[in-house]
């Protein structure tokens, strides 16, 4: 089912994948990423609106969604890749660029990769891929142990696809604050792309990744920052909020940070979607 109100859907191959996207309004251009384990269509209370005022492109993510879900490449620098080529393929040099969750890495990583392309960067409801490992202790562990769970082969992929929904609404329901946010119709529309060939292996080489290949070439770049503008918004009764000074974590990354918590959870545009694009305007617009 499509929520996308307003926006045209189709595919192009960028990077050597094809990528399932959705594209509309006119203006300077937006690249949004979803998070984990959402697709595109979670912007679908954001991105009509921001369509009236800018050209919008709301991809699915490698592995997400109805793209292609190849065996590797999840790491976050092909990821950014990926996008990257998205939008030259789409005609954009240069965008800017709004991720959450697992999108807001990539996104992380695209305005490392891509200065010259990533004119402003907003992430939603994260730190930093290096800060959470090389910071980890206990009371993470207990708040985000899916990341440590995925570590282990086979195991997770066997355990999820047992019970696909029982999970998704697990998780959904852990980090939601405002309950209901994510209603029916569009819970199946995730359990249905959750539950494609590929999807939970895909997903899951993500978060590997993000524990190896990323955290090694976060490492290797911790002298890099990102130079463009960087909005940083969180859940205030999520679980980034009380482990760590979110807008700090940034301040290490970026040279112009800005940011504030909202009151909902994790799922910021879903749960707070009038006060995320007021938020939203007023960054793109400054």
């Not at 209370?45 to 997400?64: F, K, M, N, Q, W």
């Not at 890495?105 to 994260?126: F, K, M, S, W």
């Not at 047992?162 to 999970?167: T, Y």
Request: proline share 6%; net charge negative.
């Amino acid at each position: 089912m499509d929520f996308m109100t307003g926006l045209e859907r189709r595919t192009l191959k960028a990077n050597g994948i094809r990528i399932n996207l959705w594209v509309g309004g006119d203006g300077p251009p937006v690249l949004l990423l979803h998070g984990w384990p959402q697709s595109a269509q979670m912007w679908h209370r954001i991105a009509p609106r921001l369509a009236e005022h800018y050209t919008v492109v709301c991809p699915d993510l490698r592995g997400y969604g109805d793209s292609d879900k190849p065996r590797d490449g999840y790491d976050k620098k092909t990821m950014a890749r990926d996008m990257h080529a998205l939008m030259r393929a789409l005609g954009h040099e240069r965008y800017a660029l709004i991720g959450h969750d697992r999108g807001g890495r990539v996104g992380h990583r695209q305005a490392l990769d891509y200065p010259e392309a990533v004119t402003r960067l907003c992430v939603l409801d994260i730190v930093p891929t290096h800060t959470v490992f090389s910071r980890t202790e206990r009371h993470l562990a207990a708040a985000y142990w899916h990341w440590f769970f995925f570590q282990a082969p086979d195991l997770p992929e066997l355990m999820i696809a047992a019970a696909p929904e029982a999970f998704l609404r697990h998780v959904f329901r852990a980090l939601s604050h405002q309950m209901g946010a994510i209603e029916e119709p569009l819970f199946q529309e995730y359990l249905r792309a959750f539950t494609l060939p590929g999807t939970i292996r895909a997903t899951l080489e993500d978060y590997r990744a993000a524990a190896s290949r990323d955290f090694e070439d976060d490492a290797r770049d911790l002298a890099l920052r990102v130079r463009c503008p960087l909005l940083a918004i969180w859940g205030e009764f999520g679980k980034m909020h009380d482990l760590f000074d979110v807008l700090a974590t940034w301040q290490e990354k970026a040279d112009l940070v800005s940011g504030h918590p909202l009151p909902c959870g994790h799922f910021i545009p879903e749960e707070a979607p009038a006060a995320l694009l007021a938020d939203l305007l007023a960054f793109l617009r400054a």
